[in-house]
């Protein structure tokens, strides 16, 4: 599984705003604002993996789709272990 990890910059707490997102085997990207408290999963909605990888899998079209609300609640969609692995590397960024 790909993950990437970023700080967008926008001062929501002492440490900015941090987001980490992984793509998962089903092409499902989900992501973890730990700043704002905030999970989602952006579906693939039939795109293959490796095309939402190619095109999608990048800091723009995640933050395009969490500003805009299109994206699922991470919780509904995501393992609590992918949660949790995720927590422990937005804490490092």
């Known amino acids: 599984?790909?993950?990437i990890k970023f700080n967008t910059g926008r001062e929501y707490t002492e440490h900015g705003q941090r987001i980490v997102a992984r793509?998962?085997?089903?092409?499902?990207i989900v992501f973890l604002d730990i700043?704002?408290?905030?999970?989602?999963?952006?579906?693939a909605?039939?795109?293959?993996?490796?095309d939402i990888e190619e095109?999608?899998?990048n800091r723009v079209t995640i933050m395009d789709c969490y500003d805009n609300g299109n994206y699922n609640q991470g919780n509904a969609y995501a393992s609590r272990e992918v949660?949790?692995?995720l927590q422990t590397i937005a804490q490092s960024i």
């Open 35 to 43: 700043d704002r408290g905030i999970d989602g999963v952006i579906r």
């Open 23 to 28: 793509l998962l085997d089903d092409g499902d």
């Open 1 to 3: 599984m790909n993950t």
């Open 55 to 57: 095109l999608y899998f």
């Open 45 to 50: 909605n039939g795109i293959s993996k490796e």
């Open 83 to 85: 949660l949790a692995d």
